[in-house]
């Protein structure tokens, strides 16, 4: 089951369902939609079962069968003295743009009968930013939908200008007849009807399969070759939690074109909102796996630089060298009415490239993708000096993009970036562990450039610009009184004074000295920011503090993970096993999946972790999570695998 307990989620080969728990589709809407989804876009918006003109109940509810298979057990109505005639055994598949159902009846009944099979079927074809519950609505000028009865089913299209999607239902047997369904928002539903004879105490079976063909695609490809996973011994819950994470990677896995035109495998962030490549998301999820699956490093980069930023274009955020925030492909992106086709609102994505770029290099010993991508590396380097502030600011910042989004770090939604009053930092912004990313990615670069690149004089330069950075923010981010970093430095150069976990990725990119980072690192375990399962994302007992905020109170696996090498690169190795514990403990209530996001109450309030209601899950980052735990326990943690 997903985090939302009403329905069951199936996702493979960049296709995902959500399904009721009697495995119906309605069409629902807001912060947990249903239907079968492709490309940011619903190819089926109703799938619904009628038997003798009923509804039936689940005698076992729609239940995952591994992750991309779901199983259920109806019976049309009955009673104690007249129990039900049938019962109804549903499976159901995803894959590759497909929808598959295997339905079969098993009358009840001494005598023969004859069952009424009715199934309800509709497809809106709604982009996925027309479901989000946020109240907008989007103008479709000259859409057309077209909906025709086949021989064995129904085939939908949609069309506006250019663009032109199918969905395709068929059936076997056929259906006895098609109508138009009798309830349902749109003209295009249709009911497939039929009468299925049944022996004394038989059998019959109805093959149902949708066919998704998004726009520009006469069919969805399924994934490449599946990766052969890194070994991971131990019987332990972090061995199982890993376990759990790698095949959590290979479902979120899709296709992408790489820098030479070539397909790469790369993980997607999330479902159900963001099954498609993004930049932060993408670029962390492949460090913490880089011990483990150097290759999804190298596919990662290889993606990315071919969506690198080359022109200027302020609907999309989009600037020469800088590196892609999310990509999308539906409709509303495709004709410009949400700025994600491809949008650029990161400020760490450049310099995270470049961070991975070097750890790629420096965990496999190969230094062709580094020489491969050294103008992009480059091209990356002269983004941060330019339209990333470096140069003009003294540091790398963003402005609230009133099309897109407002924060544009990790914690990107709205009033994340929060003075201790609760009032939201107003722009150029420049957030704390950025410059960490940015410091790290400098020295990383120069490192390239000496001994890949062959150029010892931008190296030199890199790292000159690397001191005067740390020197800046030593003075300018570090608050005396509470002996903490500032979550960022407004506009106006005023500190956003919110004690923030952010803090922690200062430990892993090396930006503090290391007296402070020692300070930070125990800081971060006092009680106020460590739940017991995990590090807040923002300290308890600040006003703005709110355990099941986004960003201001909540706990994320990924953030953990990021602090914890943080953590393990400053010699805190108790603290790495506190969260690490933390957070195993948490995976454990969650079947060994750390979802997304956790609420951030206190371990000690309830003898299991508090789901927050809208986390993603499977989640990238926060499947890669475990990994990096491993990695962070060193020595302790190589009991638990091979490299």
Same mark, same amino acid.
């Given at each position: 089951?997903?985090? @939302? ?30 239907? /079968?989804?492709?490309?940011? @876009? ?23 069968e591994g992750d991309h298979t779901a199983s259920s057990v109806l019976t049309p109505e009955g009673t104690r003295d007249d129990p039900p005639a049938y019962t109804v055994f549903r499976q159901q598949s995803v894959g590759g ?78 259906? !006895? ?22 022996? =004394? ?8 399969? /949708? ?7 006469? &069919? ?11 070994? /991971? ?17 290979? #479902? ?10 070539? &397909? ?36 990662? #980069? ?10 200027? !274009? ?45 750890? &790629? ?25 330019? !339209?990333?502030?470096?140069? *003009? ?40 562990? =950025? ?47 509470? *002996? ?20 922690? &990725? ?35 007992? *600040? ?26 690169? *400053? ?14 403990? @948490? ?22 972790? /508090? ?16 990994? @990096? ?15």
């Open positions: 089951m997903t985090a @939302a307990a009403s329905h069951v989620q199936l996702v493979r080969d960049a296709t995902f369902a959500r399904l009721g728990t009697t495995a119906d589709i309605t069409g629902s809407r807001g912060r947990s939609p249903d239907g /079968v989804f492709v490309q940011d @876009a619903r190819h089926l918006s109703r799938w619904e079962l009628t038997v003798d003109g009923s509804q039936p109940a689940a005698l076992v509810p729609a239940t995952l743009g497909t929808f598959t159902e295997h339905l079969r009846l098993v009358s009840n009944r001494p005598h023969a009968v004859t069952a009424h099979l009715e199934l309800a079927v509709d497809v809106d074809f709604a982009d996925l930013f027309e479901l989000r519950s946020d109240g907008r609505t989007y103008a479709k000028p000259h859409a057309r939908y077209d909906t025709r009865s086949t021989s064995s089913g129904v085939h939908y299209t949609y069309r506006r200008d250019d663009w032109q999607a199918h969905t395709e239902v068929s059936a076997r047997p056929a259906p !006895d007849s098609i109508s138009a369904a009798r309830t349902g928002a749109g003209g295009g539903a249709r009911t497939l009807s039929w009468e299925l004879p049944l022996e =004394a105490h038989g059998a019959c079976e109805v093959h149902l399969s /949708v066919l998704a063909r998004p726009h520009g695609q006469a &069919h969805v490809p399924s994934a490449l070759p599946r990766a052969v996973p890194a070994p /991971v011994y131990g019987t332990g819950d972090l061995a199982r939690t890993c376990a759990r994470g790698l095949a959590d990677i290979d #479902l979120l896995t899709i296709t992408a074109a790489g820098v030479d035109g070539e &397909h790469v495998r790369v993980p997607a962030a999330g479902i159900p909102w963001f099954l498609t490549l993004f930049g932060r998301d993408s670029l962390l999820t492949s460090y913490f796996l880089l011990p483990y699956r150097p290759a999804t490093a190298a596919a990662v #980069l290889s993606a990315l630089a071919a969506t690198q930023g080359v022109r200027h !274009d302020t609907f999309s955020g989009e600037q020469p060298g800088r590196i892609v925030h999310e990509t999308r492909h539906g409709e509303l992106a495709h004709f410009r009415q949400v700025p994600y086709g491809r949008y650029y609102g990161a400020v760490d994505a450049t310099p995270l490239f470049l961070v991975l770029l070097h750890a &790629h290099r420096q965990a496999t010993g190969e230094m062709s993708l580094a020489a491969r991508l050294e103008q992009h590396a480059r091209r990356a380097v002269d983004w941060m000096l330019t !339209d990333g502030g470096l140069d *003009q600011h003294g540091y790398l910042v963003y402005r609230p993009d009133p099309g897109g989004l407002v924060n544009q770090n990790w914690k990107d939604s709205a009033g994340a970036i929060c003075f201790a009053d609760g009032t939201q930092a107003e722009g150029p912004i420049a957030v704390s562990e =950025a410059q960490g990313y940015a410091y790290d990615a400098l020295l990383r670069t120069a490192e390239l450039a000496e001994d890949v690149w062959k150029d010892a004089a931008y190296g030199s330069r890199l790292r000159a610009t690397a001191a005067r950075l740390r020197e800046r923010f030593a003075a300018d981010f570090w608050m005396a009184e509470a *002996q903490f970093p500032a979550l960022a430095v407004d506009g106006d150069g005023r500190q956003v004074n919110a004690l923030a976990s952010d803090a922690g &990725h200062l430990l892993w990119s090396g930006i503090l000295d290391p007296q402070r980072a020692h300070r930070v690192g125990k800081r971060l375990l006092e009680p106020d920011f460590f739940s017991g399962w995990a590090i807040r994302t923002l300290a308890a007992g *600040q006003r703005p503090y709110h355990p099941l905020s986004y960003h201001r109170g909540s706990a994320w696996p990924h953030d953990n993970a990021v602090i914890a090498l943080g953590l393990a690169r *400053q010699g805190l190795v108790d603290e790495v096993r506190t969260v690490t514990e933390g957070l195993v403990a @948490a995976a454990v209530h969650h079947d060994y999946r750390l979802p997304e996001v956790l609420a951030g109450y206190d371990r000690t309030e309830t003898s299991r972790p /508090v789901p927050y209601p809208h986390s993603c899950s499977p989640q990238a980052w926060a499947a890669a999570t475990p990994l @990096a735990l491993l990695t962070a326990l060193g020595e302790e943690g190589r009991q638990y695998r091979h490299l």
